[in-house]
């Protein structure tokens, strides 16, 4: 049974979506930023995908490789994803210096109150590793399988770290990007995908929540050391996936004799990044702009 959406199908989906992130995700996660991430990830990523996957008629089970790859996998998976957020978290402190600006936030943009707190927390490492898992690792890098897992990993990767419209933090998110990829396709479980994201995000999320209530708190979490440590972990949780794991059965490589029409929404896509880059470098070196209408 064909599992393998169509590049031009998956790349439009892209840019649509991506489309609504950012002009209409972004108005409603100003009105309250968890719930305006929850409706984001179910309204824009989960729901999209899963409606394509109907209207094209594709196994949805077997397309998002629903299948649970074991107990064991699924604690190797949490233990990598850790350690590529204690690197990758080191990896942007560094790099954003030389940005040369700090990225603000309005104010009473995060919670202050414990249920507050939770509801982000639960958006971040809840609805974040289903919606975007599904959306990416399950019919985004489906697609561009028809080239073979290592355009599929290295394309959806990419796709997935410009989607977040980041600038300054663009960089740090490839390595766990990757990381995904890698491991969905090995363990051919989206299940595994969702158990190093979740751990991913649960770590972001309590690190910008102590961040946020205590700016002048110092954590030795983010340091060399501890990035070193978590290349170690990471690196050696992939090597026990890849001795647990056989590679799934290769796909039959099937070209595409309209790959310019199919990567055309990509152009598109490309317009709204840069938009947003640009809208966080005027107001990461403006930041009394955020100011604007608060009084």
């Known amino acids: 049974m064909q599992t393998y959406p169509r590049l031009w199908h998956v790349n439009l989906l892209y840019a649509v979506t991506l489309i609504l992130?950012?002009?209409?995700?972004?108005v409603i996660q100003l009105a309250n930023l968890p719930l305006g991430l929850i409706a984001?990830?179910?309204?824009?990523?989960?729901?999209?995908a899963l409606l394509y996957l109907?209207?094209?008629?594709?196994?949805?089970?077997?397309?998002?490789?629903l299948r649970w790859p074991g107990w064991p996998t699924i604690l190797l998976c949490l233990a990598g994803g850790a350690?590529?957020?204690?690197?990758?978290?080191?990896?942007?402190?560094?790099?954003?210096?030389?940005?040369?600006?700090t990225i603000g936030s309005i104010p009473d943009f995060f919670p202050r109150t414990i249920g507050g707190t939770l509801l982000l927390a639960a958006a971040l490492a809840l609805s974040a590793p289903i919606g975007e898992e599904?959306?990416?690792?399950?019919?985004?890098?489906?697609?561009?399988?028809?080239?073979?897992?290592?355009?599929?990993?290295?394309?959806?990767?990419?796709?997935?770290?410009?989607?977040?419209v980041r600038f300054q933090g663009l960089l740090p998110l490839i390595p766990i990007a990757f990381v995904l990829g890698y491991v969905v396709w090995r363990t051919d479980s989206l299940y595994a995908g969702m158990a190093v994201h979740f751990v991913n995000n649960l770590l972001a999320a309590g690190y910008l929540v102590l961040a946020t209530r205590q700016p002048d708190l110092s954590l030795p979490i983010i340091?060399?050391?501890?990035?070193?440590?978590?290349?170690?972990?990471?690196a050696a949780c992939l090597?026990?996936?890849?001795?647990?794991?056989?590679?799934?059965?290769?796909?039959?490589?099937?070209?595409?004799?309209?790959l310019i029409l199919a990567l055309?929404?990509?152009?598109?896509?490309?317009?709204?990044?840069?938009?947003?880059?640009?809208?966080?470098?005027?107001?990461?070196?403006?930041?009394?702009?955020?100011?604007?209408?608060?009084e």
């Open 40 to 48: 984001v990830e179910i309204l824009f990523l989960l729901v999209p």
């Open 83 to 101: 350690g590529v957020w204690f690197l990758a978290s080191w990896l942007e402190a560094v790099i954003s210096p030389l940005y040369g600006y």
């Open 134 to 164: 599904v959306f990416f690792r399950g019919v985004l890098m489906r697609g561009y399988e028809r080239f073979g897992p290592a355009v599929a990993i290295v394309a959806s990767s990419l796709l997935f770290a410009f989607y977040h």
């Open 239 to 258: 090597w026990a996936l890849q001795r647990l794991h056989r590679p799934p059965a290769p796909a039959a490589r099937v070209g595409d004799t309209r």
């Open 223 to 234: 340091s060399a050391p501890a990035a070193l440590a978590g290349l170690v972990v990471a």
């Open 264 to 294: 055309l929404p990509l152009l598109l896509a490309g317009l709204v990044y840069v938009f947003g880059a640009v809208n966080e470098v005027i107001l990461g070196r403006f930041p009394q702009l955020l100011a604007f209408g608060q």
């Open 21 to 26: 992130v950012v002009f209409v995700g972004g």
């Open 54 to 65: 109907r209207v094209a008629r594709l196994p949805i089970r077997e397309t998002l490789r």
